[in-house]
Structure formats: structure tokens, C-alpha cells
């Protein structure tokens, strides 16, 4: 008799972890911290361990600016040659 396996499932948590959060937008842990401790990056939510929202470290990655361009804030951006 053959066994019936239900597919796996792959999960994506919208929860990460600091090493999680940190290869997610492509840092290390160190460099991570240092922005999140620099308010460049939003802080973790209050559990243990602290963990950030996705959601909340692609708005980071959305709002980098691009190079040759001035940020004039973190709404409206000048684009200068390089």
C-alpha cells in the first residue's frame, strides 16, 4: 500500500528574527543593529526574542534611494546627474 503525503507547505514568516531581518535586506547582523540603533531601520516589536515586521523592512529597502539621486526628505527625492 502507498502512503499519501499532503504537500508540504512553505511558510514565509511575516515575523523575522535579527539574523532573519538582517539577511532579508541584505546586511549583516552588526550592520543591522547599528542602523536600527541609528533609527534608520524601525525597531523590533516587543517580544522575546525581538522580532521585526517584514512589511516594515521592505518600506526600509523601498525608501533607499537610488545612486545619483538627493534625498531632499522622505517623501519627495531630486534626481542629480553622478
Do not use: M, S, W, Y
Given at each position: 500500500m502507498t502512503s499519501r503525503r499532503s504537500p508540504s507547505?512553505?511558510?514565509?514568516?511575516?515575523?523575522l528574527r535579527v539574523r532573519e531581518a538582517a539577511a532579508y535586506?541584505?546586511?549583516?547582523?552588526?550592520?543591522?543593529r547599528e542602523l536600527v540603533d541609528a533609527g534608520e531601520i524601525s525597531q523590533p516589536t516587543d517580544q522575546s526574542p525581538p522580532r521585526w515586521k517584514r512589511e516594515h523592512l521592505d518600506a526600509y529597502v523601498?525608501?533607499?534611494?537610488?545612486?545619483?539621486?538627493?534625498?531632499?526628505?522622505s517623501t519627495r527625492r531630486e534626481v542629480r546627474a553622478l
Open positions: 507547505l512553505h511558510i514565509v514568516p511575516r515575523l535586506v541584505g546586511l549583516g547582523e552588526t550592520q543591522f523601498d525608501d533607499l534611494p537610488l545612486r545619483g539621486e538627493k534625498v531632499l526628505n
